[in-house]
């Protein structure tokens, strides 16, 4: 990822309303928690979720340019996501994604992706009468 996200792009829309860490404990570094924002998203973490696969996760730090000394906590992760909800950057951010990759004949959506696995299997352990089938063994859970 650090090839295909514009991060000097992403650093200028987010910087003028990041907060300078004055008057009380300092800001972490606006490019660890646009990285950490980031792989929130692509991961599907929730706040807390995030702040405990930064301390059980070695790449997700090393990532985001943090270390165990000083991780964000779930609220300053939520903090950073209103940030942007309050400015308005999700869609400034989505933009200048698009217009990186969109140079390269690529594009970025909102959305979900699903995969789905489909086997083959029986409908039904029971015969055309209802019966059960005998060749078809009804176990217990965990054996």
């Known amino acids: 990822m650090d090839q295909f996200v514009p991060w000097k792009g992403l650093i200028a829309l987010i910087e003028p309303h990041y907060p300078k860490g004055e008057g009380g404990r300092p800001a972490y570094p606006l490019i660890a928690m646009l990285r950490v924002h980031l792989m929130q998203n692509w991961f599907g973490y929730s706040d807390p979720a995030m702040e405990e696969a930064l301390y059980e996760t070695t790449i997700l730090r090393k990532?985001?340019?943090?270390?165990?000394?000083?991780?964000?906590?779930?609220t300053t992760i939520l903090n950073f996501?209103?940030?942007?909800?309050?400015?308005?950057?999700?869609?400034g951010v989505l933009a200048v994604i698009n217009g990186y990759l969109g140079d390269r004949g690529l594009s970025l959506r909102q959305g979900t992706v699903v995969?789905?696995?489909?086997?083959?299997?029986?409908?039904?352990?029971?015969?055309?009468?209802?019966?059960r089938d005998p060749e078809m063994r009804q176990t217990k859970k965990g054996q």
């Open 63 to 74: 990532f985001s340019g943090l270390s165990l000394e000083r991780i964000p906590d779930e």
């Open 115 to 131: 995969d789905a696995t489909l086997i083959n299997a029986p409908s039904s352990t029971k015969n055309k009468d209802g019966k």
């Open 81 to 91: 996501r209103r940030l942007l909800e309050k400015h308005e950057l999700a869609a």
